[in-house]
C-alpha cells in the first residue's frame, strides 16, 4: 500500500491564515503572527483536519497554537504515532 504524501505544515497554516509560508517560523504562533487570531485558528484547524484526514477534538485546539506544536503533530502522523485528540 502506497502511503499517501501529506501536505507540508508550513504551507498549509500559510494558506489557512492567507500569508506566505516563508513568512512563518517554528516560532510562530497565535496571537502573534499574521492575523492567527481565534478566527484564523478555527481556519488552521480546519486544514490541519482536512489535509491529515484526523480530528482534533474541541479539547485539544489549544494545543496547536504555535507552528511548533504543528510540526510536531506532522511528524507524529508521518510516524503513524498520531492516536487522536480527545
Not at 502573534?32 to 484526523?54: K, M, P
Not at 494545543?63 to 498520531?82: A, C, F, N, P, W
Amino acid at each position: 500500500m502506497k502511503s499517501k504524501v501529506l501536505p507540508d505544515p508550513f504551507d498549509l497554516v500559510a494558506k489557512a491564515l492567507g500569508c506566505s509560508s516563508v513568512s512563518l517560523s517554528l516560532d510562530s504562533a497565535m496571537y502573534r503572527d499574521h492575523g492567527w487570531d481565534s478566527f484564523g485558528q478555527v481556519s488552521v484547524i480546519t486544514a490541519l483536519e482536512d489535509a491529515y484526514g484526523i480530528h482534533i477534538d474541541d479539547d485539544a485546539i489549544e494545543k496547536y497554537v504555535t507552528m511548533r506544536s504543528i510540526q510536531q503533530l506532522y511528524e507524529q502522523i508521518l510516524r503513524g504515532d498520531h492516536q487522536g485528540d480527545s
